[in-house]
T-cell receptor, first 113, second 112 residues
Framework: NAGVTQTPKFQVLKTGQSMTLQCAQD?????MSWYRQDPGMGLRLIHY???????DQGEVPNGYNVSRSTTEDFPLRLLSAAPSQTSVYFC????????????FGSGTRLTVV | SQQGEEDPQALSIQEGENATMNCSYK?????LQWYRQNSGRGLVHLIL?????REKHSGRLRVTLDTSKKSSSLLITASRAADTASYFC????????????FGTGTRLTVIP
């Protein structure tokens, strides 16, 4: 039981490049989210999904796309990387009922130059 | 911003002392949660308190919630060097989407 797995752990992109951050969970959780963590800002929600085929925007969705074709996978796509997207990205999942806490992945540290 | 605020931003104590962290938020909530983050790692869920609860315990952790003041506190008793980490509160609003909004975190250092 691996929990939430994020790849890659580190990535450097040039401005304008695109890439996909991978997230997979093996706990059959319906609810999955992407957060970014910036110094002094805590975690901010980018996108989330309440089940396969269903996604919605969070607080800071601009510049990111998501899809949820399976329960297990929730990839985050950066369409055209910008230096402002330099951050640490966390994927998290949880099961219903709604009161459960999240299980987090170990994060992807992204630098855009 | 929907983010919660935590204070202090940083706290340094001696091993064996108690550590108290506070969280304030701005809206009606369904529940409030606390997470720990060790340096360079993901967040780990510690404890959840529902809006109709006032206090909850888990091992050396005690969480209180005052919905009238829109605030919560996390007390870690008899701290250990291994408790050194950042601690975040996160709350789920009582209306709107089922999302968690995180506080800005408290960096706790426990000196052996």
């Amino acid at each position: 039981n691996a929990g939430v797995t994020q790849t890659p752990k580190f990535q450097v992109l040039k401005t304008g490049q695109s890439m996909t951050l991978q997230c997979a969970q093996d706990m059959n959780h319906e609810y999955m989210s992407w957060y970014r963590q910036d110094p002094g800002m805590g975690l901010r929600l980018i996108h989330y999904s309440v089940g396969a085929g269903i996604t919605d925007q969070g607080e800071v969705p601009n510049g990111y796309n998501v899809s949820r074709s399976t329960t297990e996978d929730f990839p985050l796509r950066l369409l055209s990387a910008a230096p402002s997207q330099t951050s640490v990205y966390f994927c998290a999942s949880k099961s219903d009922p709604l009161d459960y806490g999240y299980t987090f992945g170990s994060g992807t540290r992204l630098t855009v130059v | 911003s929907q983010q919660g605020e935590e204070d202090p931003q940083a706290l340094s104590i001696q091993e064996g002392e108690n550590a108290t962290m506070n969280c304030s938020y701005k809206t009606s909530i369904n529940n409030l949660q606390w997470y720990r983050q060790n340096s360079g790692r993901g967040l780990v869920h510690l404890i959840l308190i529902r809006s109709n609860e006032r206090e909850k315990h888990s091992g050396r952790l005690r969480v209180t919630l005052d919905t009238s003041k829109k605030s919560s506190s996390l007390l870690i008793t008899a701290s250990r060097a291994a408790d050194t980490a950042s601690y975040f509160c996160a709350y789920r609003r009582s209306t709107g989407a089922n999302n968690l909004f995180f506080g800005t975190g408290t960096r706790l250092t426990v000196i052996p």
